[in-house]
């Protein structure tokens, strides 16, 4: 009896802590940004994420590391 007590308890509770993995996934963004002409880096641009209000700055040689929601729009 207790058995059946543990197991409907954890049927019913699965559905409701399962999804929320689903939709707490986030993806980190890399990458460089550079002059459309000249092709060099851009030092110190920011890459901004509005929605978040997540933000990083390129480093001496254009890179950047954001990580966001997986729905994010930069």
Do not use: C, W
């Not at 543990?6 to 802590?17: S, W």
């Not at 000249?38 to 901004?48: K, M, Q, Y």
Request: cysteine-free; charged content about 10%; glycine content about 6%.
């Amino acid at each position: 009896m207790k058995a059946n007590r543990i197991i409907i308890t954890f049927l019913l509770v699965l559905p409701i802590v399962f999804p929320t993995h689903l939709f707490a996934q986030n993806h980190t963004l890399q990458g460089f940004v550079r002059d459309a002409t000249t092709d060099e880096p851009l030092i110190g641009a920011t890459v901004f994420q509005p929605a978040s209000q997540k933000g990083t700055s390129t480093g001496n040689n254009g890179y950047f590391r954001l990580t966001t929601s997986a729905k994010a729009t930069l």
